[in-house]
């Protein structure tokens, strides 16, 4: 595997060239990525490269100073020119430096550079060059065993709910130094979007947050795993924690421009709380909460600590399981949305976005019941009518945001309450029954003549108008009446007397009952609201 050091003082530049091709299937592998000539030649010193891609141009020590005291340290180093510059005095002082050859870094294309990179002639290290790597191989081993050490951490704290547990990562400690063993881990992701990303915007993504950790003192890139990107930062023990926190969001609202500048694509970040590093698996899932709260507000940098997440308690969960059934069964799915969102949108404590989305899937499951009990309806035709939403529950899983999920059940409920039309007007019976009773309702309404005006009898009126609306006659009738008698208080200066004898009850005192019964008010209580 063959050695490549790349340096250029432009962020876009060295992102792209590590993600311009698959460097290791091809036998190459990017030992280091530098933004000057000074931090390259630095490098130099500590370990052994093949081949240096290098700009020209570059602040403090350009590319040909640079190339000059890498060919004293090492005279086997192959060197790649990438410059924005057609310049020949350039080009002429590079060839007398035994540059291999020279590229346009912006006009490049990857067959072009694997091309240039393959076409190099490479001898194997005289024993002076031979002892040169020996003294390097110490350094190179503490490398692959701090990246070791990054691939168990990320494997070891992946979803996990750690208390406080043994830690043993002495290469991890050993980069923070005399600072403390005080840390936060934070938890990068891009915005959510339907088509996802690719493998070149991810690797993109990781490469220019992995250079903006490098930069900051107090700050260690671990890795990428499972679309997030992670990392922790130190508090030194002289420091604030606030402090420790101010470096997290400088890195976090760096790369947040970033993205947007390079890649148009939007940050989220979740820091967690500072404790110590034997807490490290705790302060992972803490970061990966902060920046589940993106579900309610999107792009942005949430700390885990300024906020506060809870479960839906279980007595509640009960009742909310109650109250989804029953808006279901009586077709009442605009309340439902309403309800559901205007819970949503409330300050205070934050459900955790999976407690919502586990209601979405209640939703979900109770408007699959409704079609295939109560409508008969088999998968073929629901997915018929659900298209990409079938099956409804995962439909609601894919969600990523209060917007997407909301957004999602509206079309569940709109699509269910197309679906519920079209079925009854296939029914018409239930339309002329509905008919009769919002145009008759202050007359004697008899479950047995309706029966009769529909040729049914009692027993199978009752069951099929349960079965189609949702609810009992009995209970629609009192329904349609009670709203009208709320419209007349409203609209009328009717007393209470005169508005029970048009709603149909002949008993003002029954009435009252009644209408306590289904709005859970007095009527006193109702007209003093206006």
């Given at each position: 595997m063959r050695k490549v050091m790349i340096?250029?003082?432009?962020?876009l530049v060295r992102i792209g060239l590590q993600s311009i091709i698959e460097w290791e299937p091809r036998g190459y592998l990017i030992a280091g990525v530098f933004k000057n000539g000074e931090?390259?030649?630095?490098?130099a010193r500590l370990q052994s490269f093949d081949v240096v891609l290098t700009d020209i141009r570059m602040p403090g020590m350009d590319g040909l100073a640079l190339i000059r005291e890498l060919k004293l340290l090492d005279p086997q180093l192959k060197f790649i020119i990438l410059s924005s510059y057609n310049d020949f005095d350039y080009m002429r002082q590079a060839i007398q430096l035994g540059v291999k050859d020279y590229i346009s870094k912006y006009e490049m294309e990857p067959e072009e550079l694997l091309r240039v990179l393959d076409s190099l002639q490479f001898t194997e290290p005289s024993s002076s060059a031979g002892e040169s790597v020996k003294e390097n191989?110490?350094?190179q081993g503490a490398v692959e065993r701090l990246l070791e050490e990054k691939r168990q951490l990320l494997k070891q704290t992946a979803g996990e709910r750690f208390g406080a547990s043994e830690t043993n990562f002495p290469a991890i400690r050993s980069?923070?130094?005399?600072q403390g063993e005080t840390v936060r881990w934070i938890c990068l992701r891009p915005v959510p979007r339907e088509s996802g990303y690719s493998q070149a915007e991810q690797k993109a993504m990781t490469l220019q947050a992995e250079e903006i950790f490098r930069r900051l003192k107090h700050m260690e890139f671990i890795g990428e795993d499972a679309g997030c990107i992670h990392g922790i930062g130190v508090i030194a023990e002289e420091a604030a924690p606030a402090e420790g926190l101010r470096e997290m969001r400088q890195m976090a609202e760096e790369l947040t421009a970033a993205w947007a500048k390079n890649l148009n694509i939007g940050l989220i970040a979740g820091i967690s709380s500072s404790s110590h590093l034997a807490h490290i698996g705790q302060l992972r899932l803490e970061a990966e909460e902060a920046a589940s709260l993106s579900f309610y507000q999107g792009a942005g940098i949430y700390v885990r600590d300024e906020y506060e997440l809870a479960m839906i308690a279980d007595q509640d969960w009960l009742e909310w399981y109650k109250h989804v059934k029953s808006r279901i069964q009586h077709l009442r799915f605009k309340e439902l949305i309403d309800e559901l969102d205007d819970r949503i949108d409330r300050t205070g404590t934050r459900f955790y976005p999976s407690e919502w989305l586990r209601l979405g899937e209640t939703v979900a499951v109770q408007l699959t019941d409704l079609l295939i009990e109560r409508y008969d309806l088999d998968v073929?035709?629901?997915?018929s009518r659900f298209g990409s939403l079938w099956p409804l529950p995962a439909a609601v899983k894919r969600a990523r945001s209060r917007t997407e999920f909301m957004a999602v059940l509206h079309e569940l409920t709109a699509k269910t309450q197309d679906t519920v039309s079209a079925?009854?007007?296939?029914?018409?019976?239930?339309?002329?029954v509905k008919k009769h009773v919002e145009s008759s309702?202050?007359?004697?309404i008899r479950l047995e003549d309706m029966a009769e005006k529909v040729n049914f009898s009692p027993n199978h009126f009752s069951q099929r108008f349960r079965q189609e609306t949702g609810e009992a006659f009995s209970d629609y009738v009192v329904r349609i009446r009670i709203r009208e008698a709320i419209r007349m208080y409203r609209e009328t200066d009717f007393s209470t007397d005169e508005i029970a004898v048009r709603v149909g009850y002949t008993n003002p005192n029954y009435f009252i009952k009644v209408f306590k019964k289904v709005t859970g008010q007095t009527v006193k209580q109702f007209k003093q609201r206006f």
């Open positions: 340096v250029d003082d432009e962020s931090e390259a030649l630095a490098a191989l110490p350094v980069r923070f130094g005399q073929d035709r629901i997915r079925m009854q007007v296939s029914r018409g019976w239930v339309l002329q309702y202050g007359e004697p």
